[in-house]
Each structure stands twice: as C-alpha cells, then as structure tokens.
C-alpha cells in the first residue's frame, strides 16, 4: 500500500497527519526515523506506526483528551467513508508497539535554533541561548512510582510524581536546541552536564546561580562555547587580574573567567527596586564585550522561563501527562516536544518574513489554537504548487501580533497557591508602571 502521501479520502494511513504542521514534520520524515528505528509495522494494522506516531503528536497539541477523542480531531475533515475508530484497547497497542525510539529520533531531526534573520537571536554574532530545568507531573500510577518520586513537604511526600526536564533554548526565536529528561533523583547540574554536547563554538549560554559550578563550567567551555552565567554575591573569587571597566579576572579550575559586579536598580512612581548582581563569562576581553552590555544580555535568561511556561500552562493547561508508564512518559515527553518545535518553527517562519518584527511578538496561544483548527479540518497537510511559507498559522500570528515587550517591574510570586486558604490573588498589584533602569558598576574588591 502507498504511504508516501495523504488525500482527503478516508483509509487506513489518511488520519496520519497534523493539519499545516504536517509540512514541517512531513510523512517523509516520519517513515525515515520509523525505518531507522525499526518501528515500521510488520503487517499492515488499523493503526499503522506512521498513523501512530502523529496520533501521539496530535495529542501534544491537544492536551485536555483522551487518544480516542484525538483521533476523532484526525478523521474529522477527512471525506469519503468514515474511518474505522479503533479502541482504546487498539490505541493503546499501537503506542506500546511504536516505543519512545521513533519520537526522540524524529526530535533529532527537528530540534535546533531555527532559521531566522532577527537581530534578536544574536548578540556580537553569537548565538544565545539558555539552559534551565523544570518539573512535570506524571501520574500517580504504580510504575511511575518506581521510578519517579514525589515532591517532600511537611507532612512527607505529596502530590504527583515528577520527571525534571532540561533543555538549551534559543532566546531569540525559543526553540528547543536540546532536552534531556528523567527521574528527579538526578540533580539539574548533571542533567546540564548531558546537554554539553549540544554547543559549539559561536554560541553564548546563559545560566542562572545554579549553574555557576566549576567542574560543569569547565565542561561546557570545553565545547567551544562562551558563558554567561550568574553566581551567588558572596562566592570568593580571587582576582588574577583587573580589568579597566571595574569586571577582574579570576580562576575556576582550569579555566579563565571574568567577574562582573553590578548594582541594577528599577525606578517607577511607586519606587526604587535595586538588585545585586554577579555575573561570572568567558567573554574576558572588556574593549570586545562591554560588561554594561552583558548585564542587560543576562535578562534574556528569562526566555526559557517563558518557553517553559508556553510548554507547562499553555499546551498541557496545567494537566498531569497522560502516560502511567515511564516507557509511555518518555515517549509522551518527547511528543510534547516534537509539536512545540513545529509550533516554533511555524511563528518563526511567520515573524521572518515580514522583516525586523522580533520573534517575541508571535503569540504562542495564537499559534496553538491555529494549529488546532487546522489539524480538525486537516486543512494544509499537503502545500500546493506555490509553497506558502506563512501559511494559516502563520497569517493568525502576524494578524495579532503581541506589543513590545515591556519592562518588567514585578517580583515572582505564587499566582496559584496549592491551597485556596493561601491564595494571594486579591494582595497582588496589576498595574503596569513606567519604568527606567539604571545600572551601576561595582568596583569594590572581591
């Protein structure tokens, strides 16, 4: 039987799409990582491995349902003979037969920092990024349990099990370079630690305190990559050599780092916040890289806050994962990651073609819910003899772009508090204030 293309008429491999996102995850692609991960099914089924494996992309995109009401989504703008819906029992099958393998390949293939001519994603020509960990709820199931443990608090461990995740993340277009995850018995340094083979020379990571370790530090330079990276104020680090803008060099190990102190203070009607902050990089050359410049840089670490942030509240809603085995958690996880790379791929795609509109502005929630739609009416799954690089999406996100990012005034706090006694909602103050930022150099010594 033909696998190499979909029509709009029913049959066995038709549900095996993604709406327009099926242009950048295109059925090539998918039937190369499932030959190559040997997960081509034997016999022809009603659920073949391709159809599968976007069953499981598709419900990345859709969070909130269960795989039978996902693959209702993927038959719903199909013509001709309505598909045969398979059982949960099938779906089910289907899954386990498929594995994780085919789904962290197809992530090889489409993870990177995306192509884009913004002047957002570099500073000096290099590429930053960021690099940062995070929790994710697993059911609460017997082989989960096994591996993954619970949150400790007062009264003993609560709550769900978590898997940590950490990825690289390109600040200026928030796509994932790479991710790594697992039980949250392995800290985030040595998941870090993981990800080294990941930079390269030409790229500039930014990391917050606990990141500031020597032995990882030295592992990541090692890579040819440069370091951005903030440390605790009261880390002695004795001077090696001074520089003249007031930043001093000092030692890690083997490797040479420059020290930068600096007091940043924000000023509104309402106040003055002042910080102190130490930001310890490779970049040691103060006439090449000015260290006023750095320490605005290091305010984009927070890109991959937000990206988790589009990944946690935005696609899963808040929800706990679906999979209650840690064979269908890591599989399921690197779905998650597959749609929200195609997502970022598309926004970007968008931003880029109507020039100097910074990739910021692209509204995640607008992209997803384009997404959706698109995947219900399995609208652009195929492009037509004229490519169409925007697309639907596309046209949605350019169509609301989000306003230039503001400066931001506000301490992080609890939004959600686990118990509705606690809540803090009605003492939060929502007003934006204008705001200007001062930085002030430190030179005092070490």
């Given at each position: 039987m033909e696998q190499a293309a979909i029509t709009r008429t029913a049959g066995v491999f038709a549900p095996g799409h993604i709406g327009e996102l099926t242009r950048i995850v295109p059925f090539e692609m998918v039937d190369e990582v499932l030959a190559e991960t040997k997960a081509v099914q034997q016999r022809i089924r009603l659920m073949p491995a391709r159809v599968t494996l976007y069953l499981l992309l598709a419900g990345a995109l859709f969070s909130e349902l269960g795989y039978r009401q996902v693959f209702d989504r993927l038959c719903a703008g199909l013509t001709g003979p309505e598909p045969v819906r398979p059982s949960g029992s099938a779906l089910r099958?289907?899954?386990?037969?498929?594995?994780?393998?085919?789904?962290?390949?197809l992530f090889d293939?489409?993870?990177?920092?995306?192509?884009?001519?913004?002047?957002?994603?570099?500073?000096?020509?290099?590429?930053?990024?960021?690099?940062?960990?995070?929790?994710?709820p697993v059911p609460d199931a017997p082989a989960n349990l096994a591996v993954y443990t619970k949150q400790r608090c007062n009264n003993g461990a609560g709550g769900y099990p978590q898997i940590r995740l950490t990825a690289l993340v390109a600040c200026g277009?928030?796509?994932?370079?790479?991710?790594?995850?697992?039980?949250?018995?392995?800290?985030?340094?040595?998941?870090a630690g993981r990800l080294a083979g990941d930079l390269r020379p030409g790229i500039l990571l930014l990391g917050d305190r606990n990141f500031a370790a020597a032995d990882l530090l030295n592992r990541m330079t090692a890579t040819g990559a440069h370091l951005l990276v903030r440390c605790k104020s009261g880390r002695r680090l004795p001077p090696v050599a001074r520089c003249g803008d007031g930043s001093f060099l000092t030692r890690l190990g083997a490797l040479t780092v420059r020290v930068i102190d600096a007091e940043i203070s924000i000023v509104t009607s309402r106040g003055t916040h002042t910080g102190h902050y130490r930001l310890l990089t490779t970049l040691?050359?103060?006439?090449?890289?000015?260290?006023?410049?750095?320490?605005?840089?290091?305010?984009?670490r927070w890109e991959i806050e937000t990206a988790y942030a589009e990944l946690k509240s935005t696609i899963l809603g808040g929800r706990v994962l679906r999979a209650r085995t840690p064979a269908g958690v890591e599989?399921?996880?690197?779905?998650?990651?597959?749609?929200?790379?195609?997502?970022?791929?598309?926004?970007?795609?968008a931003t880029d073609s109507v020039p100097g509109t910074d990739p910021d502005r692209a509204g995640f929630t607008v992209a997803l819910s384009a997404a959706r739609d698109q995947l219900v009416l399995?609208?652009?799954?195929?492009?037509?003899?004229?490519i169409d690089l925007v697309g639907s999406i596309g046209r949605n996100v350019?169509?609301?772009?989000l306003p230039e990012r503001r400066v931001r005034t506000k301490d992080r706090i609890v939004k959600r508090a686990i118990s509705k006694y606690n809540a803090r909602?009605?003492?939060?103050d929502r007003t934006t204030y204008k705001a200007t930022i001062s930085i002030n150099m430190l030179t005092t010594d070490p």
């Open positions: 099958q289907a899954r386990q037969r498929l594995g994780a393998a085919p789904l962290r390949a293939l489409v993870r990177g920092p995306v192509a884009t001519t913004a002047a957002q994603a570099r500073w000096r020509g290099l590429l930053v990024v960021a690099v940062d960990g995070t929790l994710l277009t928030r796509a994932v370079i790479g991710a790594v995850f697992g039980p949250t018995a392995i800290g985030e340094l040595e998941y040691t050359d103060p006439s090449a890289h000015p260290a006023s410049e750095l320490i605005r840089l290091y305010h984009e599989q399921e996880v690197w779905a998650l990651l597959v749609a929200y790379q195609a997502l970022r791929t598309a926004m970007t795609d399995a609208a652009g799954v195929i492009a037509d003899t004229v350019l169509a609301q772009l909602g009605p003492a939060i």
